[in-house]
């Protein structure tokens, strides 16, 4: 039988590790509203920008203690985490283009920036770590649904990197028996993500005009709308059978990068004109061709499924995007 999430978050002191962005922004928010003592770990910048936080309700974003630092720097993610009861560990550098011109960059900041964050928690004795992984680690499938037994595959230096950063999690409870369960969540979307993405890519570009510059139109990606993912990470963490494991999150149901053309196109209410950008196509090795989840697991450990249908998430990413007025010059390609 499912374990049914803890709704007391009341007092817990919650670190989140890549707070700022996207998910981890969305992820804070919620858990200041659950009641959790919640601190943002950021990456310092001299403006004292917090991502995402900074547009955070009125009512929420003076609830979250903001403390900057760098994930590669052991002292300043020790710091973050002294004291905390549990820590989501979203932070990560992401976007696999330019994994391919910087990959060194990415071993820092995603092997060794999350053996930081595993050794911190293991001296700050904490309750729960929630380590963030990928569906890209499973590389183009074997089979789809995809399960967490299928084999892992590094197609890319992000990837790589990502796999790296899950084994050394795994490490830690077999041999520390620290507490951490690693989510991995298929593709998500929504407000605030990234405009290098492929649905925001499509949906910046729709806004602007009728000509969509995209690369490959056949790749299959499983979409999962932001607030689904979120109850996945908060579901997870009050799961102890989830302890030492990997649970998938997705939606099970894949979209062809044209049929999200379509679909943003009927969001809209117009026809668009898709057009061949070389620049935009990968290494054809690298390409992961196909992901689809199977979230049988975490159905199963903590009664988690994707609720939200992917025509509803559209169009309320849709909306964010215009009234954010994100539009991308379609001239532009985002790495």
């Not at 002191?13 to 943002?40: K, M, N, P, Q, Y």
């Not at 057009?275 to 690298?286: I, Y």
């Amino acid at each position: 039988m499912p374990v049914k999430p803890s709704d007391d978050w009341s007092g817990k002191r919650v670190v989140v590790t890549g707070a700022g962005g996207f998910i981890g922004s969305h992820l804070t928010e919620h858990l200041v509203t659950l009641g959790a003592s919640t601190t943002a770990f950021l990456r310092y910048n001299s403006r004292s920008e917090a991502g995402w936080l900074d547009e955070s309700p009125a009512d929420v974003r003076p609830e979250i203690n903001l403390v900057w630092g760098d994930l590669r720097d052991p002292d300043s993610v020790r710091r973050a985490l002294h004291k905390a009861d549990v820590v989501f560990h979203l932070g990560a550098l992401v976007g696999i283009p330019y994994s391919y011109e910087a990959p060194r960059q990415y071993v820092e900041a995603n092997v060794l920036g999350t053996l930081n964050v595993l050794e911190a928690a293991r001296s700050a004795d904490v309750t729960r770590i929630v380590q963030t992984s990928t569906s890209e680690v499973y590389g183009t499938p074997l089979y789809t649904p995809i399960d967490e037994q299928h084999p892992l595959q590094g197609q890319s230096p992000y990837s790589a990197t990502k796999i790296g950063s899950d084994k050394l999690a795994e490490s830690f409870w077999r041999t520390y028996k620290l507490p951490v369960a690693t989510l991995r969540p298929f593709n998500t979307f929504g407000p605030r993500q990234s405009a290098r993405a492929i649905l925001p890519t499509i949906i910046g570009q729709a806004l602007k005009g009728s000509e969509i510059r995209l690369g490959s139109l056949t790749p299959i990606r499983d979409m999962n709308f932001v607030a689904d993912t979120v109850d996945g990470f908060i579901r997870i963490a009050t799961c102890d059978a989830a302890l030492g494991r990997v649970v998938n999150v997705g939606s099970g149901r894949g979209l062809t990068v044209g049929q999200m053309v379509d679909a943003v196109s009927k969001a809209v209410g117009r026809p668009l004109k898709v057009v061949d950008d070389p620049e935009r196509v990968r290494p054809p090795t690298s390409e992961v061709e196909a992901l689809i989840a199977n979230a049988k697991l975490a159905d199963e450990l903590f009664g988690w499924h994707s609720v939200t249908p992917f025509e509803e998430g559209l169009k309320r990413t849709i909306e964010w995007f215009s009234e954010k007025q994100v539009v991308l010059d379609p001239t532009k390609y985002l790495v």
